[in-house]
């Protein structure tokens, strides 16, 4: 184990307090930031560590900070606490060029007044760091570097940022490796390690199994900071690819066939290696009260979906009628938010599922539930609408020969349809369409009119769920009340 990764220091004193004027301008401009539209009023410090990057010359700080927003306090409700974040800070007289795009701002006062701050993962040193850490299974302060042994890492690979929009950050080695650093920390078991570590044990090879982690231990609590797993090189995304073949007129039913193979591959891997659970009238009624829920909260927060709300809401009341009338569901560990962005395909045409965090704004506890598998495929039937979508001019019924073929593809595997249950499958694509409504409004207003106009689809629906799916093939008879996977 190299000396520079093992030896620490405490940071200075009053670090934080002489960084806080510049991360409160810094942080909400960050993807990643999940608290946007509330100020930041101010940070404490949860951990601290300083690292020392070979060569000198460079301070390098590992904080866990929980900014500070004040919330409309809402009555009876329990105080939410302040959101906790990683951050890698990097500390120069001067930076040079190439890490402009890096700058956090130029510190006054304090501790490291007169030096200049920056966020240190777009900066070789310091993220070559963390690969030899993990690659030595290092423990520095408060950090636990921990591997599989049985993966074999070589040091010196060459680091990069992967500059694309994302809920966290990566760094990827060498083409041979990505480091995912999770930005906003929550503590427990992460499904984004939980759930590609079970896959592996389990032998299912659609998923990246995870080479090496970093964890934190933190007043009992233990908290997953980053994920290395193998880089699939040369892979493009779902959803770049169906652009792709949209711009060229080009259907993409093969494509979105084996894309529900390796989803059903996923998901019967999870029901065999974690628990699945048997949803009654009493389950499924909770189930439906947390999406009627989610919708009142939506509709308060966009206006739009005011006008849909009764239809949107007939949709849940009719999956609580059919519990009623003892229908049952099982549930499973599943993804949890699997849209075309979080299935990459190798050059040879092999699909890989990715990110299992599930929706990063739900408690982990909720994201660690067992749920029926027909979220993931609503989740991805939704990806076709919003690829469709995208289409300048569209191209008729492109979006539902996806939705067809990725729902026979996933049946091929699994022996279940998920359109031989249409109440079950309306309920979560208008729950993930709500979902996707507000998530719009917050981040991308300009695409709000795409998860809109499935909002007025699926309002419509009414007794004739998901009518935009075409009926299976005889060859994967209905049968409304086979065993779902
Ligand atoms: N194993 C991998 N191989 C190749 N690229 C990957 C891999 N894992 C992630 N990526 C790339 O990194 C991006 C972000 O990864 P993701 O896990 O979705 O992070 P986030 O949770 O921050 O959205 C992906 O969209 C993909 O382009
Ligand atoms: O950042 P994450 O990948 O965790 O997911 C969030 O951002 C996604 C957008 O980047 C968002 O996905 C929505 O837009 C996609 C097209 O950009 C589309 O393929 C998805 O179907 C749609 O839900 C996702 O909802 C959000 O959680």
């Known amino acids: 184990m190299s000396e520079a990764v093992t030896r620490t220091l405490t940071p200075p004193p009053g670090l934080l307090g002489s960084l806080d004027p510049l991360l409160r301008e810094w942080l909400p401009r960050q993807r990643w930031f999940a608290g946007k539209g509330r100020p930041v009023t101010g940070f404490s410090l949860v951990a601290a560590t300083e690292l020392l990057p070979p060569g000198g010359k460079l301070g390098l700080y590992h904080l866990l900070v929980r900014a500070h927003q004040p919330l409309a306090p809402v009555p009876g409700a329990p105080e939410q606490p302040a959101d906790c974040y990683q951050l890698l800070i990097g500390e120069r007289e001067a930076l040079p060029p190439r890490l402009a795009p890096a700058l956090i701002g130029h510190v006054a006062e304090g501790p490291l007044a007169g030096r200049t701050v920056y966020d240190a993962l777009h900066d070789p040193r310091p993220t070559e760091l963390l690969l030899e850490a993990l690659r030595t299974g290092a423990r ?85 900071l980053g994920v290395l797993q193998p880089f699939v090189q040369g892979a493009a995304d779902g959803w770049e690819l169906a652009l792709r073949e949209l711009a060229k007129g080009e259907d993409f039913a ?5 894309l529900g193979r390796a989803t059903a591959e996923v998901h019967t891997a999870l029901a065999r290696t974690l628990p699945t659970v048997t949803l009654g009238h009493t389950q499924v009624q909770q189930l439906v009260d947390g999406m009627v829920e989610r919708l009142d909260v939506a509709a308060q927060a966009v206006p739009a979906l005011q006008p849909y709300a009764p239809g949107l809401r007939s949709a849940f009341e009719a999956l609580a009628g059919l519990a009623a009338e003892g229908s049952t569901w099982t549930a499973q560990r599943i993804h949890g938010d699997l849209h075309l962005g979080q299935c990459l395909r190798s050059p040879a045409g092999r699909w ?106 699926l309002a419509a629906d009414g007794g004739t769920p998901t009518p935009s799916i075409p009926a299976p093939t005889p060859a994967s008879p209905p049968s409304p009340r086979r065993p779902r996977p």
């Open 140 to 224: 520095i302060g408060g950090l636990r570097f921990e591997r599989d042994g049985s993966q074999r890492i070589r040091s010196g690979l060459v680091p990069r940022l992967v500059t694309s929009e994302q809920s966290n950050s990566s760094v990827v080695y060498g083409d041979t490796f990505i480091l995912k650093l999770l930005r906003r920390i929550v503590p427990g078991v992460n499904p984004d390690l939980e759930l590609p570590l079970a896959l592996a044990r389990e032998g299912c090879e659609r998923v990246p199994a995870p080479t090496a982690w970093i964890r934190a231990e933190l007043a009992g609590e233990s908290y997953v």
């Open 254 to 258: 093969a494509a979105a066939r084996a």
């Open 352 to 457: 890989w599922l990715i990110d299992f965090e599930g929706e990063p704004s739900k408690p982990l506890a909720e994201r660690r539930m067992p749920q029926p598998p027909v979220r993931d495929v609503a989740g991805m039937l939704r990806s076709f609408d919003y690829a469709a979508h995208s289409a300048d001019p569209p191209i008729p019924g492109w979006a539902e020969s996806c939705r067809a073929a990725y729902c026979s593809g996933y049946a091929q595997v699994s022996g279940a349809d998920p359109r031989t249950d249409p109440v079950l499958l309306r309920a979560y694509e208008t729950d993930k369409a709500i979902y996707e409504v507000v998530y719009e409004a917050r981040h991308r207003p300009d695409w709000l009119p795409v998860p809109l106009s499935a909002i007025r689809r």
